[in-house]
């Protein structure tokens, strides 16, 4: 872990960090490949092993969406209503504050009893600052807090933004998300509730027509946020929170401690570190948010570089102590183990490749009969269709609803998930083989990102 994260607005590769991933895929394809030289039983019982994680996998995705198909109606808040902080770290986010800031002010809650905290890093090199200090003119709630340092990436920023919030609730929100007005009445009803600790509603994408990338991520993310997080929740498994869309009561940071600054993701850290105290954390897909997510590949790369090696970390702090901790149930013990580890196995799955292409070469590659391999094959290659498309079908009747020229690229999903297996590869080298220094790099904004591309293509 590093102390002191430096929080980055790009991300450069050297020769050497290329090498060492070139290297390092050579060694593991050959470590995986070479004893059937010597052993031809060798490749069925390695395709055995891969197959069998993948279906199970695939089937927990059915499961949790079999569980999250049906949403009960919303408690409402009783009793005298508490005070509520909003916090928002924002650096270089000129391009979206204006549309963050007016969905705060526009929030179905009494306006006496909110604050936003505007958290802005001073080494901002747009309007951000002009910006919320416009804004706060306006409206007092709006405190705009100003940060001398860029070290320790959101974390950071949301632990100092802390010292200045008021409220028994605090909300934590990315500045590009716009928030639905109803969504802060709801999640103070679930705070009411003594054993829940954290209260998430679900991100929605703003910019999914923007191009076919963004079409993909939207559905993934939709699947992710309607089916996978929201039915671990009911299925009484491992549910989390994201950095940019969560609420808690204000003890919660008195018993547990502040984020921590020194990983990529503290919000996965918190959620484990709220189940082991006993603590819920509740999703209600209900209430809503929309956020922007990456336009193009180099982005989406960086951005899941820092989820995914995150997560790595998550499972060295907390895999093998969570399942020794007794407040917890073991059903949820075991899954907040499994959904730890299927991140840091999930780079291990390029092995399918060479093993695929081994079966057409006419190798046995499963210990399956081959009508029975047959059969898995399909259900595990048409589970992230038939679950994109379940969610896709189920928001139809949602606020916003998706565009039915979404379903046009569907069949993208797979080679798109085996993109995402590329990132998973290139993050366990970096954490586990090559332990190689890592920073926080902010996701840029779809016109700084448009601006970015702009400038690195035009001619010198």
Not at 25 to 37: I, Q
Not at 79 to 106: F, K
Not at 150 to 171: D, M, P, Q, S, V
Not at 395 to 423: A, N, Q, T
Request: proline share 5%; aromatic share 12%.
């Amino acid at each position: 872990m590093h102390d002191d994260m430096e929080l980055k607005s790009t991300e450069r590769s050297t020769n050497r960090y290329l090498g060492n991933h070139l290297l390092s895929t050579m060694v593991y394809l050959f470590v995986v490949l070479t004893p059937g030289l010597m052993y031809p039983r060798y490749y069925a019982l390695v395709g055995t092993i891969v197959f069998v994680l993948i279906v199970f996998f695939s089937a927990r995705c059915y499961l949790q969406a079999f569980f999250a198909v049906r949403m009960p109606p919303l408690d409402e808040p009783s009793g005298e209503l508490p005070r509520v902080s909003l916090i928002v770290p924002s650096y270089n986010e000129e391009t979206v504050l204006e549309r963050s800031l007016s969905s705060m002010l526009a929030l179905d809650y009494p306006a006496d009893k909110l604050e936003f905290i505007y958290v802005y890093e001073s080494l901002s090199a747009d309007r951000t600052e002009e910006i919320i200090h416009e804004f706060a003119r306006r409206d007092p709630r709006i405190k705009p807090v100003r940060r001398i340092t860029c070290k320790g990436g959101k974390a950071a920023a949301t632990n100092y933004g802390l010292r200045f919030a008021t409220g028994e609730i605090i909300a934590i929100f990315d500045a590009d998300h716009a928030l639905d007005s109803g969504l802060v009445w709801y999640a103070v009803a679930q705070l009411q509730h003594r054993s829940v600790g954290c209260v998430r509603g679900r991100c929605r994408t703003v910019n999914r027509t923007l191009n076919l990338l963004t079409r993909l991520i939207a559905l993934e993310r939709d699947a992710v946020e309607r089916f996978y997080i929201y039915g671990a929740w009911r299925m009484g498994g491992f549910s989390t929170f994201t950095g940019g869309h969560a609420f808690f009561r204000r003890e919660i940071f008195d018993e547990l401690g502040l984020f921590r600054e020194d990983i990529l993701t503290e919000d996965i850290d918190f959620s484990v570190k709220l189940h082991a105290a006993g603590y819920e954390v509740v999703v209600l897909p209900q209430i809503q948010s929309w956020e922007e997510v990456p336009i193009s590949l180099k982005t989406l790369m960086h951005q899941r570089k820092r989820w995914t090696r995150g997560w790595m970390q998550i499972w060295r702090l907390h895999a093998i102590p969570i399942l020794r901790e007794k407040r917890v149930s073991l059903f949820k013990r075991v899954d907040i183990f499994l959904s730890l580890t299927s991140t840091v196995a999930s780079g291990l799955v390029l092995a399918v490749l060479p093993l695929a292409c081994l079966r057409l070469l006419g190798w046995a590659t499963s210990c399956f009969g081959e009508p029975t391999a047959f059969g898995l094959w399909v259900f595990v290659s048409t589970t992230p269709a038939i679950t994109t498309v379940w969610a896709w079908l189920l928001d139809r009747r949602e606020k916003g609803p998706p565009p039915v020229s979404d379903l046009l690229v569907v069949p993208l999903l797979i080679p798109y998930i085996f993109f995402l297996f590329g990132v998973s590869w290139i993050c366990f080298a970096d954490e586990f083989l090559w332990q190689w220094p890592f920073a926080y790099v902010k996701t840029p904004r779809a016109k700084d990102a448009l601006r970015l591309d702009m400038l690195q293509g035009s001619p010198s």
